[in-house]
């Protein structure tokens, strides 16, 4: 994450700063197993509004173990929370949970495509239902991305959440 701003700001620790120094600028790298189990993280801060906010990135290591998969944002609050981490950490790693959920879903899914005998011109429909089936508009159980590939699970619409 970079923060920058379009005209010279006021911080509070070096006076006004010119438009090309950003008030924050965060990088975080997570290194998870397939199982979604955090493995490592990385923290670097080259730029924070207060010295004190690197004390924020250490913290970081309590991740270590959790799952993104389940109860990510709760690990999130319990290890991070209130003054224990940064507010801005916290805000980029709950989007790591989706991040990560698209990434190794989609390399689990590729394998499923390559093992599949030629020609490949379609997926194989769904013969499980999938954890992020009805979490949003486009995967709803009354919709018709699930007609079209798990309609075994296709639920008509007052069956189907709201």
């Known amino acids: 994450m970079k923060d ?5 700001w006021p911080s ?7 438009s090309d120094v950003p ?26 509004p207060f010295p004190e906010c690197n004390e924020g990135g250490p913290s970081l290591q309590g ?6 998969s ?6 999130i609050e319990t290890t991070l929370g209130g003054v224990r981490g940064c507010t801005h950490l916290r805000e980029l790693l709950m989007s790591l949970g989706t991040v990560a959920y698209q990434t190794i879903g989609g390399e689990n899914r590729r394998a ?13 429909l769904a013969t499980t239902p999938k954890p992020h089936w009805d979490k949003c508009i486009g995967w709803r ?3 018709e991305v699930i ?16």
Not at 4 to 8: E, I, M, P, S, Y
Not at 148 to 159: E, G, L, N, V
């Open 12 to 18: 509070w620790e070096n006076g006004e700063q010119p």
């Open 70 to 75: 389940r109860g990510w944002r709760k690990a």
């Open 63 to 68: 991740l270590v173990g959790a799952s993104m």
């Open 112 to 124: 499923e495509w390559e093992a599949l005998p030629e020609p490949c011109v379609h997926p194989p």
């Open 23 to 48: 008030v924050h600028h965060m990088q975080v790298r997570v290194t998870l197993d397939s199982a979604y189990t955090v493995l490592a993280l990385a923290v670097v801060l080259p730029a924070t």
């Open 141 to 143: 159980l009354d919709g």
């Open 147 to 162: 007609r079209r590939w798990a309609p075994d699970f296709h639920q008509s619409y007052d069956k189907a959440s709201k």
């Open 4 to 8: 920058a701003k379009t005209d010279a």
